[in-house]
């Protein structure tokens, strides 16, 4: 089974800290994705990655930035976490297929609040 | 672009009867579609996935989805919901960027109760 694992389960930092959020899976997929979810919003793309070194902006990417050194670690950087960054933060991985069929596989998230 | 809808932000059934959870979709191309499952303090969980081939599709636990092209549905069911059902659930549709990467566009979920 693909595991997806995510560093901190809960986190709580202060406003105008840089935080990391890490995330390691290790099925060798090429693509990982980070999200966050909100009550009644679903979940928002905010950055993924295709490859070692590459990444591109989901919906959300604004007060983001991500991390891809090794292709089984994908961070997510709050460069000044702001109290509206509070939120559960989901990371996912899938293969490389251009037909489109394969599923993205999830962590078990982190719920972190910002004071 | 592709996008799911999702009606219903909240369903309660009682314990054996039918589940139906809506989604409808939109999709410029042939569209590949799932369903999540997040229970509470946890990741999604795949539950099924549309990848083209039979229009019925079946997952874990005893659900079930069926695609409708004429309806752009694709609604998953369950014929006699458990407790262990309650969870939120999710849609998705399958959509490649402008650099050919696979991503997932998700409706906003729908939180199923399931009443003793």
């Known amino acids: 089974d693909v595991k997806v694992t995510q560093s901190s389960r809960y986190l709580v930092k202060r406003t105008g800290e840089k935080v990391f959020l890490e995330c390691v899976q290790d099925?060798?997929?090429?693509?990982m994705f980070w999200y966050r979810q909100d009550p009644g919003l679903g979940l928002r793309l905010i950055y993924f990655?295709?490859?070692?070194?590459?990444?591109e902006k989901g919906d959300i990417p604004e007060g983001y930035s991500v991390s891809r050194e090794k292709k089984e670690r994908f961070s997510l950087i709050l460069e000044s976490a702001s109290t509206n960054q509070t939120s559960m933060y989901l990371c996912?991985?899938?293969?490389?297929?251009?037909?489109?069929?394969?599923?993205?596989?999830f962590g078990d998230g982190t719920r972190l609040s910002i004071l | 672009a592709q996008s799911v809808t999702q009606l219903g932000s909240h369903v309660s059934v009682s314990e054996g009867a039918l589940v139906l959870l809506r989604c409808n979709y939109s999709?410029?191309?042939?569209?590949?579609l799932f369903w999540y499952v997040q229970y509470p303090n946890q990741g999604l969980q795949l539950l099924l996935k549309?990848?083209?081939?039979?229009?019925l599709v079946k997952g874990i636990n005893g659900f079930e989805a069926e695609f409708k092209k004429s309806e752009t549905s694709f609604h998953l069911t369950k014929p006699s919901a458990h407790m262990s059902d309650a969870a939120e659930y999710f849609c998705?549709?399958?959509?490649?960027?402008?650099?050919?990467?696979?991503?997932?566009?998700f409706g906003t979920g729908t939180r199923l109760t399931v009443i003793p």
């Open positions: 990655s295709y490859d070692v070194k590459m990444k």
């Open positions: 549309y990848t083209s081939a039979a229009t």
């Open positions: 999709s410029s191309v042939p569209p590949y």
């Open positions: 996912a991985s899938s293969s490389l297929d251009r037909g489109r069929n394969q599923p993205q596989h």
């Open positions: 099925m060798d997929h090429e693509n």
């Open positions: 998705a549709v399958s959509g490649l960027t402008q650099t050919g990467a696979n991503n997932l566009f």
